[in-house]
């Protein structure tokens, strides 16, 4: 029944050993506020080699838009009307192969705010509404995974870039043709890039090789007393 208990930590630590070496790591940066149409650029670290076996990587992209909204009704007479201004930001890479997923004519993060006011905009009147709006995608994971992971290996330190653009604009239902809609926008983007990797070093780990360490000490001490007793 000893031996049993013995192999059965054995078995144990190794596993917790093994379990340890598999990991994550990220890296992000955030662009500071700038006035529409913004074109920005950031660096993320790539993947070090020497952490291991890199196995899987994923993005998340964010932005965020301040808007001013006005309505100027130039009638005699009070309208109703709304308006809803846009940002789409778009990201680019210098990667190539990750640049080409990006590069689908679609944006990456779509972000908006409505203006409603509350009954009629009153004849020869402005109305003028603020908005801050954040956006954050959820995290994206590129098709073809398996042939862009390579891209993303580098030694400690090497970095690639994002830039990202932003395109507004401003939609206007209602007013009877007798509203003036006009928006000043800033912009802000951001985004961050998780590495998943298994630690497949052959030098084991501090704590892989106390666990082990642990392990066989116990097995010994229990194989001693085994051969006393007897």
């Known amino acids: 029944m000893k031996r049993r208990f013995t192999f059965s930590a054995l078995i144990g630590a190794l596993t917790l050993a093994s379990a340890a070496q598999a990991g994550t790591i990220s890296y992000n940066f955030n662009n500071d506020w700038a006035d ?85 905009i009153l004849a020869k009147s402005t109305f003028v509404d603020n908005k801050s709006v954040q956006g954050v995608s959820a995290a994206w994971t590129p098709n073809g995974l398996d042939a862009l992971l390579a891209s993303f290996k580098a030694h ?33 983007c951001g985004a961050s890039v998780t590495y998943t990797y298994d630690n497949n070093n052959t030098v084991p780990e501090p704590a892989s090789l106390a666990l082990f360490g642990l392990a066989a000490s116990t097995a010994c001490v229990a194989g001693r007393r085994r051969r006393v007793k007897g």
């Open 36 to 120: 529409t149409e913004i074109n920005q650029t950031g660096s993320l670290n790539l993947f070090d080699t020497a952490l291991g076996r890199l196995t899987g990587v994923s993005f998340t992209f964010n932005g965020a838009m301040q808007t001013t909204i006005s309505l100027a009704n130039l009638s005699n007479t009070n309208q109703r009307a709304s308006a809803r201004s846009t940002m789409d930001l778009f990201y680019r890479s210098n990667l190539s192969p990750l640049d080409a997923l990006l590069n689908t004519g679609s944006p990456q993060l779509a972000l908006f705010a409505d203006s409603r006011p509350e009954g009629n």
């Open 156 to 188: 400690e330190g090497e970095k690639f870039t994002l830039s990202c653009r932003s395109e507004s604009g401003l939609t206007l239902l209602g007013g009877g043709g007798q509203i003036s809609a006009s928006q000043t926008n800033r912009g802000k």
